[in-house]
């Protein structure tokens, strides 16, 4: 029994008056050293996973810290760009207000043209193709134009629609075609240099287009005639007139009577003969004049061509 348990003797002064014994089992003592031992290292382990947590928590804080000032960042410069985009919206629906009322101003000159001589665009018909396509025309004195801002396109348009003589000039019945014919009183074959619009003596005669009047007169066998420039490349030719009504040098728009259909000259009944020069070239007229057609022939019935 002796052998397991051990001895601790305390001497508290050094005349040994006072000495103390203690008995401990090697048991007790082997299970408290273990104890303790157990108890620093899980103090050791507690301590250190501690500070690993602390660690991480605070790097973890501080990448949370970054990462929300990036966001915080990023919100604000995805509110600027927002507001610039807003701003920017703001101005193209001012641009696009501004540019269908500049549109709406168009249509009404557009439309005011229209009304003057009661056209409307139909389908081109007759025969053949156009000996001066249209658009070609349209194309020839053309600036260079970006059709990015489509006002000026617009502008461009309405003033070439204004001096480009389009639709008849007169209501009636086309007795004779431009080209080869036999003349109605030498009954030779020619080539008509026109076409022949008849109806009663007295029908007005309007101007197709805007234009100024360059002759205004006697023409020998087309008796009283008028000749009016549209513009440096267009003139347009009436003969066979009862009566004048505007004098060389006047200024004409689309629409406006320039004269009274009749037979002077050599004519067999009343007619208008229409010549139009495109460059210095006669042209077939009705390459212009079945562009539009009345709107009051349409109710009523087109035009007849024999």
Not at 8 to 14: F, G, H, L, R, T
Not at 119 to 132: D, F, K, N, P, Y
Not at 140 to 152: G, K, L, N, T
Not at 274 to 288: A, G, Q, S
Request: charged share 30%.
């Amino acid at each position: 029994m002796g052998k397991d348990r051990l001895q601790v003797i305390v001497i508290e002064d050094e005349l040994a008056n006072n000495v103390k014994r203690f008995s401990l089992s090697r048991k007790i003592l082997w299970g408290g050293t273990i104890f303790v031992l157990l108890f620093v290292s899980f103090t050791v382990a507690v301590t250190s996973y501690a500070y690993f947590v602390t660690r991480k928590s605070k790097e973890y804080f501080l990448e949370s810290t970054r990462e929300i000032k990036e966001l915080r960042s990023k919100v604000a410069q995805l509110q600027k760009e927002n507001s610039t985009l807003k701003a920017r919206v703001a101005s193209l629906e001012r641009e696009r207000k501004e540019t269908i009322e500049e549109l709406a101003r168009r249509v009404e000159i557009i439309d005011s043209i229209m009304k003057k001589v009661g056209i409307e665009v139909s389908q081109i018909g007759g025969e053949g193709g156009l000996a001066v396509p249209l658009d070609k025309l349209l194309k020839e004195e053309r600036p260079a134009v970006d059709f990015s801002d489509i006002i000026p396109g617009i502008d461009y348009l309405i003033k070439n629609f204004k001096t480009t003589p389009l639709g008849y000039p007169t209501y009636g019945r086309i007795t004779s075609d431009f080209g080869l014919r036999r003349n109605p009183i030498t009954h030779r074959l020619e080539f008509h240099l026109g076409v022949d619009i008849a109806n009663k003596w007295g029908t007005p005669v309007r101007a197709p287009a805007d234009g100024t009047v360059i002759k205004a007169g006697w023409c020998g066998l087309m008796g009283k005639c008028l000749e009016i420039r549209h513009n440096k490349d267009i003139v347009t030719y009436y003969g066979h007139l009862a009566k004048l009504l505007v004098r060389k040098g006047d200024r004409v728009e689309r629409g406006q009577i320039i004269g009274l259909m009749g037979n002077s000259g050599r004519s067999t009944g009343p007619h208008l003969h229409y010549t139009i020069r495109f460059k210095d070239r006669i042209v077939n007229p009705h390459d212009f004049m079945e562009v539009f057609t009345n709107a009051k022939e349409e109710r009523g019935g087109k035009r007849r061509r024999n």
